[in-house]
């Protein structure tokens, strides 16, 4: 069992940036759990945004924000981290994280979102032009 919390979101004109945290909660080691983050806009689909390896060493970036966003985990501090720069109207959407349990060692990068057991609620970003 894993609880997730989002934080960072908010409003911010196109060209900005935002650091978005996901804080997990859990009697297992944060490092077992492979992790990602999803968007959601209005009236779409959940869609995957990025993935991060166990150790932080391998990552994975839908086309839409490659170069642009990266993801981090600090397993010290149970936390995914999501830099978001250079962003656009488009980006606009919910962002939520997503834990699936894994195997520290393993590298497995998810980018399914049924595969992941576990999510936050989620944080609002907005990009007005």
């Known amino acids: 069992q894993v609880q997730l919390v989002e934080s960072g979101g908010g409003l911010v004109q196109a060209g900005g940036s935002l650091r978005l945290s996901c804080v997990a909660s859990t009697v297992r080691t944060f490092s077992s759990y492979d992790m990602g983050w999803f968007r959601q806009a209005p009236g779409k689909e959940r869609e995957f945004v990025a993935a991060?390896?166990?150790?932080?060493?391998?990552?994975h970036y839908a086309d839409s924000v490659k170069g642009r966003f990266t993801v981090s985990r600090d397993n010290a501090k149970n936390t995914m981290y999501l830099q978001m720069n250079s962003l656009k109207p488009e980006d606009t959407a919910v962002y939520y994280c997503a834990a699936d349990p894994g195997f520290s060692s393993i590298v497995v990068i998810i980018t399914d979102p049924m595969e992941y057991d576990y999510w936050g609620q989620g944080t609002q970003v907005t990009v007005s032009s």
């Open positions: 991060v390896s166990w150790n932080g060493e391998t990552s």
